[in-house]
C-alpha cells in the first residue's frame, strides 16, 4: 500500500491555515502600490489613483505609467501609456491607453482617477 501524497495527510487546520495566508498575500497585491504623490486602490480590472496636487504625481497601475498633467477648474489632463487625455469631473469613461479612466474628483489637493479595463 502507497502513502498519500503530503498535501493529502495536511490537516484541515493546516490547510485553512495555507489558504488565509494566500488569500492575505493576494489581498496585498491588489490593495495596489504607491508612488511619490500618489495612493492607489486596485482591484482585478480597476485601480482607483489619487494624485496630490502640486508634485510630480505619477505611478504604475494595471501595467501602465499614469500622470496627472494638470487640471483647469473642472477639467483634468492625465496622461495614461504615453497618451493625454482631457475630462471633466464626472465625465463618462473615456478610452486611453488600451484601459478606460474617468475623474471622480477635483480639489485644491488632490485628484481622483479611475483607471479600468472596462468603461463600467
Known amino acids: 500500500m502507497t502513502n498519500p501524497p503530503a ?6 487546520v493546516r490547510r485553512a491555515a495555507g489558504l488565509f495566508a494566500g488569500l492575505a498575500l493576494g489581498a496585498a497585491v491588489l490593495a495596489g502600490c504607491s508612488s511619490e504623490g500618489t495612493s492607489t486602490d486596485c482591484g482585478l480590472d480597476a485601480c482607483t489613483v489619487t494624485f496630490d496636487r502640486g508634485v510630480n504625481a505619477q505611478t504604475s497601475v494595471l501595467g501602465v505609467e499614469a500622470k496627472l498633467i494638470g487640471v483647469d477648474g473642472d477639467k483634468v489632463t492625465i496622461e495614461v501609456a504615453g497618451e493625454q487625455l482631457t475630462l471633466t469631473t464626472g465625465q463618462q469613461a473615456t478610452e ?3 484601459l478606460y479612466a474617468t475623474v471622480e474628483s477635483a480639489t485644491a489637493e488632490q485628484v481622483v482617477v479611475r ?6
Open 7 to 12: 498535501y493529502r495527510q495536511m490537516t484541515p
Open 96 to 98: 486611453v491607453g488600451g
Open 115 to 120: 483607471i479600468g479595463r472596462n468603461a463600467g
